[in-house]
């Protein structure tokens, strides 16, 4: 298996303009997760999906951020209208339905918001 | 919050030595594990640990749980100079799916 895949590998866009992440989790693999990664924060979770369906999205930081499943191989997390303060690395990470799994996360993306 | 908090923050051991990072949190967990991130990649995991086991060896890597004290240590042995990483410790609180990360330590080993 490929292991989570994430693209774009980097991004720099300017304030204001609407940045689209994807991820393609691990086959097979029932639960996707998001985090956002900065080094005054560290590692947050954004969101997280099992079975493509969302069921946390409480560090959702605000309405500009939107995530979607639409089939089990695929996810976007989307930030309209960007801002400099969401530069970050951002993480997808996908794991099995079997209790006490490990995540297995994908390289991330770096976004530069100018 | 924070559930999981890595001390030290940053650690600098020459080639051979051992490294030991310890991990402390606050409720109770189902299950602690330890990632280790290189430098612009993304989170690997090392190990896992239940919350009925109370240590745990992978290779060069032991894992200790004390949940009476709330807290984890992971010992590296023999460090080398490829170990040179961010380690990062995430506890599972069985409550739903999630794992909540610490802020990592630093671990820079010298050759």
């Known amino acids: 298996d490929a292991g989570v895949i994430q693209s774009p590998r980097h991004e720099v866009t300017e304030m204001g303009q609407e940045v689209t992440l994807r991820c393609k989790p691990i086959?097979?693999?029932?639960?996707l997760f998001w985090y956002r990664q900065t080094m005054m924060r560290g590692l947050e979770l954004l969101i997280y999906?099992?079975?493509?369906?969302?069921?946390?999205d409480s560090g959702m930081p605000e309405d500009r951020f939107s995530a979607k499943m639409p089939n089990a191989s695929f996810s976007t997390l989307k930030i309209q209208p960007s801002e400099p303060r969401d530069s970050a690395v951002y993480f997808c990470?996908?794991?099995?339905?079997?209790?006490?799994?490990?995540?297995?996360f994908g390289p991330g993306t770096r976004l530069l918001v100018l | 919050s924070q559930q999981g908090e890595e001390d030290p923050q940053a650690l600098s051991i020459q080639e051979g030595e051992n490294a030991t990072m310890n991990c402390s949190y606050k409720?109770?967990?189902?299950?602690l594990q330890w990632y280790r991130q290189n430098s612009g990649r993304g989170l690997v995991h090392l190990i896992l640990?239940?919350?009925?086991?109370r240590e745990k060896h992978s290779g060069r890597l032991r894992v200790t749980l004390d949940t009476s004290k709330k807290s984890s240590s992971l010992l590296i042995t023999a460090s080398r100079a490829a170990d040179t990483a961010s380690y990062f410790c995430?506890?599972?609180?069985?409550?739903?799916?999630?794992?909540?990360f610490g802020k990592g330590i630093t671990l820079s080993v010298r050759p």
């Open positions: 086959s097979g693999h029932d639960y």
């Open positions: 640990i239940r919350s009925n086991e």
């Open positions: 409720t109770s967990i189902n299950n």
């Open positions: 990470a996908s794991r099995t339905g079997f209790s006490q799994e490990t995540q297995y």
């Open positions: 999906f099992n079975n493509n369906v969302p069921i946390d």
């Open positions: 995430a506890t599972d609180t069985g409550a739903n799916s999630k794992l909540t």
